[in-house]
């Protein structure tokens, strides 16, 4: 897949919300339009989770795509941008592994998110931490990291993009010809939670069991403690 320039806004709300709201006015973007922003200050990630970024710290974009394919689906399309964003940032000598449905972990931390939301077209988000440096990680209820932590340089947002989306079009256009089916070595072996013990979810629907692999859609399926099989189709992975 190719995309097109992107388009830079100094400071957004949300990259996700404006993207969403522009479509809703109308206005003709072509696919692969992608909106970045050097600041935004009420985005949203997966449970309505802050993510705000501060200028030029950090980058969050969003990208347009006029997908026909079912919804089941746009299960894997998030998987399909971490591969892209994993691949990314080995060549930068950063060693990456995806955690199911749609984050990028280093060293067992969080250095990117994802989020796909279907309306008239798919608006898929991605947040990569750049710049932020050590006390602002440690301020994060969550383990975090960014470029600049693993790597010790900082550098312009503007150009991490640029090669990033590189990376996106070739794995986001590898899931628009096949689907998670031809994900699915690549995901596997790169998955941080690949046979492990976790627990899955939220409140009524936490479940806990054995990573075994992943369904046709890309959907985990656990081997809960009573030895049955589950297919759990959202839902953050702890542990």
Known sequence: MKFQIPQWHDELPSTNTTLSE?????????DGFVLAARAQTAGRGRYERRWLTQPGRNLTFSMLLRSAAPNMQLLSLPMAAALGVATFLEEKDVAAQTKWPNDVLVN?????????????????????????????????????TSLRIETGNECAVED????????????IGRWQA????????????????????????????????VVLGFGAAGQLLLREDDGMQREVWAGDVDG
């Open 108 to 144: 067992g931390r969080k250095i990117c998110g994802i989020l796909a939301q279907r309306g008239q077209a798919v608006v898929l988000g991605i947040g990569l931490n750049v710049n932020m440096d050590t006390d602002e990680a440690a301020a994060i209820d969550r383990p975090a």
């Open 160 to 171: 991490v993009l640029d090669g990033l989306l590189l990376h996106l079009g070739e794995w």
């Open 22 to 30: 522009w479509l809703h006015e109308g206005r003709e973007l072509p």
């Open 178 to 209: 096949g689907g998670f089916a031809v994900l699915r070595e690549t995901w596997e072996a790169r998955c941080a939670n690949m046979g492990q013990y976790v627990e899955v979810g939220e409140d009524a629907d936490r479940c806990t069991g």
